[in-house]
């Protein structure tokens, strides 16, 4: 029997998806109709410091007709009182027992605000805090959300304010919007924070009217950046969960989102180290109902693959992990078409034609133009792969029978130094490797 | 005719021609364009017998750019929008979609193709050639079918001062005359002559060349005279009973109910059409849509050998059409109003059809549509001197579209024998860059 239950940082609920702190959370009225559908925990709307928000806030990217790859928006925190967000929790808490209810929390840097915060927070019941350090829009010019995020001591400091007086887990939502993920990180960890929740959004801007200039969406003739989120960022969250969870100085609980939007793309992000997953976009696209597949398809997969517990999967992608240093320079693979799949469009043709290798060549065949691969020349780029509109008819076969291996970091040790090109193409020569 | 089929109320008549394959909504449109893989040197752009470079027009339609789509899909076909709506594009372009390899539904090239036409007519045709300077020669086309409208647009673009001779009040050939009103509008056809005037053509309707103006006078006005003029002549069944009240021609029959009056066409309550080409399932689905009660069509061979599109052939299957295979009409019996139409029973020996002796039958109708084709008009040809025929076609160079007599060009149903429309759209621009080519001595 698969079992989706799990534990992140101390934080319990029965299958490893959250609602991520954002509209869908609003309220006990959304939670609860969520719990309802199987999700399995939430963090509540970010609580905190008075706001007023704009109209307009949402903006998206579609791309060739689909709808929202990436949804922008300058949404503040939650704009309800404290007062009524606690009593919400409460209420929710009671109903649900068995789900996880996290409040996040973002109010001006003071030690006793956050104090005071924290406290009602345990008091109303909620089984975890997490510590919004993203928010890049509005919050930031306050000095919160991003802005905390963004510099580590005032992470650590605003970290350690609430764990000093937190008897519930603490998790630090990171914001994306550094050049290096592991120093928010490490500084959370400094300040005793339980777990790490990561990405928030990304600073982007929509795109510019080509009639009135305006910046979409504009709100009352001015734009501006807004945080991104959805399908389009799951690439830059993966990356950016994986830091986290290889980084031997943190070495927390991560609760992960980003672009999450089926039992797919969760099970990523488990495999490189999450516990629990947040999804927001996908339900602002489809509704609570998405929750359904995403159990099912895990469970699914699970008992198809032999797996019991999450615990069994959690960050086993991790060790696949390597830098440039370590790949193995001498392994050989080489484009092969499948003529039998192929349905002649010739986009591989014309991408390595123009811009990769040169090594496709149509060859008249049988009355049909057929791309044939010219296998001396071609460098295993994989273009053609990505491209091909057909699946497995393009594929890399490897040529090499994995015995021997050499990796950047081994061959400039044997080489002699400074690295000149001569002895970098001998070596290559020697191996076969021609450069094209 | 003796028994009318009564007519029909507007509603019904509007509802029995509505279009069979209408226009895409912007937002099925956009999504269908960004279906296609725009593929490289594209099958379908290879099997559009003008070549236009379909993966590039769709592609404009999904970045939004519909007057680039326009000027892309013209450039190689000056009569677009007709195509659009009336080629067989099972049989060309989407036919030959690397979709179906994928086991997919095809690109709707025709519809797509259509969504950008009828955007460019909503914007009134904005001009986006133009014309070059004037070259000081000019050249006479005879008949203002796609092939010489075609013809005509591109010779302007060389800077040829052009002179459309067009025998019927008006322009735009079988694209205006006879293509089915559910498959596009006779006004869709005029848009496209509209467009072609606009480039500076001139059409002179209601001159038919070789009664109104002579060729002598032709040759001596233009440099170079290109030969348009379809196929006029419709092939007799050379049975008795042919010239009895009720028999018509199908062409006849075809250009009277494109002109939409339909409650002045008159059509029997039961119908024979003879013949088993598109032109014959045109003529049998359009007198089934304007009342007939029963329409038989009679052909001598079988299913096979039917020269019709299988998709017109169902589409004649789903109009109630009744078919008599392997049936050879004998006579038309009737007393000077037809009555029936009497056949006898054929089989193929080897390879050789023989009409089965003492098997004739009689299928009682009051109308009977003749469609076993069209032939071109020998005797008016014969008076262009040295001008080649052969198995009534007029030769040309496959290139230059040049005929025996240098100075004359042809192209269109007329070189064919008759196609689509498409063809004599493209016959009609290559035959353009002949003309140039011969006037200004290139090779
Ligand atoms: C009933 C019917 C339905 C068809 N449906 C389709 C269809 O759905 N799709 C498709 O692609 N094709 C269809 N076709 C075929 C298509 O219409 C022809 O292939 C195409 O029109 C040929 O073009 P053209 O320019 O060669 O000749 P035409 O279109 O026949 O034009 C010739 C022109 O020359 C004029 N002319 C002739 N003699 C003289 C003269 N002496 N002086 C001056 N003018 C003259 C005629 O009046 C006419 O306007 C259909 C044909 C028929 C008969
Ligand atoms: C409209 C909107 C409002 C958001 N508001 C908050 C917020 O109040 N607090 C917070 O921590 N994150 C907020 N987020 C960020 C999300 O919690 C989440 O980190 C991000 O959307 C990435 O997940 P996704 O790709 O599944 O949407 C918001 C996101 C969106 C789209």
Redesign the pocket.
């Known amino acids: 029997m698969v079992d989706l239950r799990i534990n992140c940082a101390g934080i319990t609920s029965p299958n490893p998806f959250w609602l991520a702190s954002a509209p869908p959370t609003n309220s006990g009225y959304q939670i609860c109709k969520a719990f309802e559908v199987g999700w399995g925990g939430a963090v509540w709307k970010t609580i905190g410091a008075p706001v007023m928000n704009v109209v307009n806030r949402y903006g998206a990217v579609d791309f060739n007709g689909q709808k929202i790859i990436g949804l922008n928006n300058i949404e503040l925190i939650s704009d309800r009182s404290i007062e009524i967000n606690l009593k919400e929790i409460a209420e929710t808490k009671k109903l649900w027992p068995d789900r996880a209810i996290v409040a996040s929390l973002m109010v001006e840097s003071d030690r006793k605000i956050w104090h005071d915060i924290v406290k009602r927070t345990i008091d109303a019941g909620a089984d975890g805090i997490e510590l919004n350090y993203g928010c890049p829009h509005g919050m930031s010019e306050r000095g919160m959300g991003s802005a905390v995020g963004q510099v580590p001591e005032y992470c650590t400091m605003i970290t350690e304010w609430v764990t000093e007086v937190s008897t519930i887990p603490v998790l630090v939502k990171l914001t994306p919007n550094v050049t290096d993920i592991r120093f928010p990180g490490r500084a959370a960890k400094k300040g005793n924070a339980n777990g790490i929740s990561l990405i928030n959004t990304i600073n982007t801007i929509i795109g510019v009217d080509l009639d009135t200039f305006q910046i979409e969406p504009s709100r009352g003739g001015k734009g501006g950046h807004g945080g991104y989120a959805g399908p389009a960022i799951k690439p830059i969250a993966l990356n950016m969960v994986s830091e986290i969870a290889r980084d031997p100085e943190i070495n927390l609980p991560i609760s992960a989102m980003g672009g999450i939007s089926n039992w797919k793309d969760a099970l990523e992000f488990i495999l490189l180290g999450a516990t629990s997953v947040q999804v927001c976009t996908a339900v602002m696209h489809y509704g609570f109902r998405i929750v359904e597949d995403m159990i099912d398809g895990t469970t699914n997969w699970m008992e198809e693959k032999g797996y019991t517990s999450l615990d069994q999967i959690r960050g086993k992608a991790l060790a696949n992990i390597a830098n440039f240093g370590d790949m193995n320079l001498l392994s050989k693979h080489i484009a092969h078409i499948d003529a039998g799949k192929c349905i002649h469009c010739n986009l591989c043709y014309i991408a390595c034609e123009d811009t990769a290798h040169q090594c496709i060549d149509l060859v008249q065949k049988k009355g049909k133009i057929q791309p044939t691969v010219r296998e001396s020349d071609c460098v295993g780029c994989r273009l053609c792969y990505i491209v091909c509109p057909v699946d497995h008819c393009i594929t890399m076969v490897q040529k090499d029978n994995g015995a021997q291996s050499k990796t950047w970091n081994e061959l400039v040790k044997e080489l002699p130094q400074p690295l000149s090109i001569e002895d970098l193409r001998k070596f290559q020569h020697k191996h076969g490797i021609d450069v094209h | 005719m003796n028994n009318v089929a009564p007519k029909l109320t507007s509603k019904e008549y509007e509802a029995n021609f509505a279009e069979l394959k209408p226009a895409l909504t912007d937002v099925a449109a956009l999504a269908e364009a960004n279906r296609c893989l725009y593929c490289y040197d594209s099958p379908c752009m290879t099997a559009c017998p003008t070549h236009i470079d379909i993966s590039t027009f769709i592609k404009k339609i999904s970045t939004g750019n519909l007057r680039g789509s326009a000027k892309t899909i013209l450039s190689s076909n000056w009569v677009a929008l007709t195509?659009a709506k009336?080629?067989?594009v099972d049989e060309l372009c989407e036919g030959a979609c690397v979709y179906h390899a994928k086991g997919e539904k095809p690109i709707q090239i025709g519809k797509l193709q259509r969504h950008v036409m009828d955007w460019y007519v909503e914007k009134r045709m904005p001009q986006l050639f133009t014309p070059a300077e004037m070259n000081g020669k000019t050249v006479g086309i005879?008949?203002?079918?796609?092939?010489?409208l075609a013809c005509a647009a591109e010779l302007t673009l060389f800077g040829f001062e052009v002179t459309i001779?067009?025998?019927?009040k008006l322009?735009?050939?079988?694209?205006t005359h006879?293509?089915?009103p559910y498959?596009m509008q006779q006004q869709d056809s005029l848009n496209e002559v509209k467009m072609i005037k606009r480039l500076g053509v001139k059409i002179k309707t209601g001159?038919?060349?070789?009664k109104d103006i002579s060729f002598e006078k032709l040759e001596k006005t233009h440099d170079a005279v290109f030969i348009?003029?379809?196929?006029?002549m419709p092939a007799d069944l050379k049975i008795s009973g042919e010239e009895m009240i009720g028999v018509v021609n199908?062409?006849d029959f075809?250009e009277n109910v494109t002109k939409r009056k339909w409650k002045s066409v008159d059509v029997g309550r039961r119908v024979a059409v003879i013949g088993a080409g598109?032109?014959a399932i045109?003529a049998a689905t359009e007198a089934k849509r304007l009342g007939a009660e029963e329409v038989f069509m009679v052909y001598r061979r079988g299913r096979e050998q039917m020269s019709a599109y299988d998709f017109e052939f169902e589409l004649a299957k789903r109009d109630g059409i009744t078919f008599y295979f392997h049936a050879q009409p004998k006579k038309i019996v009737g007393k000077k109003k037809v009555q029936a139409l009497e056949c006898l029973e054929t089989r193929i020996v080897n390879g050789k059809l023989k009409t089965i002796p003492r098997s004739e039958f009689k299928i009682p109708v009051d109308m009977v549509i003749k469609a076993v084709g069209?032939n071109i008009?020998e005797t008016?040809l014969a008076s262009i001197p040295k001008l080649k025929i052969k198995d009534g076609m007029v030769v040309v160079n496959t290139k230059s579209y040049q005929t025996s007599n240098p100075k004359y060009f042809a192209?269109?149903?007329?070189i064919n024998g008759?196609?689509?429309?498409?063809?004599?759209a493209y016959d009609g621009k290559r035959a353009a860059y002949g003309i140039h080519n011969f006037i200004f001595k290139k090779k």
């Not at chain 2, 348009?228 to 006029?232: E, F, K, T």
């Not at chain 2, 192209?411 to 007329?414: E, F, T, Y």
């Not at chain 2, 008759?418 to 004599?424: D, H, L, S």
């Open positions: 195509c009336a080629c067989p005879i008949g203002a079918g796609p092939a010489g001779y067009e025998a019927s322009a735009g050939g079988l694209d006879g293509i089915a498959k001159v038919r060349v070789g348009g003029v379809g196929l006029s199908a062409l075809v598109n032109t045109d069209q008009d008016f192209g269109g149903d007329c008759g196609k689509e429309v498409v063809n004599a």
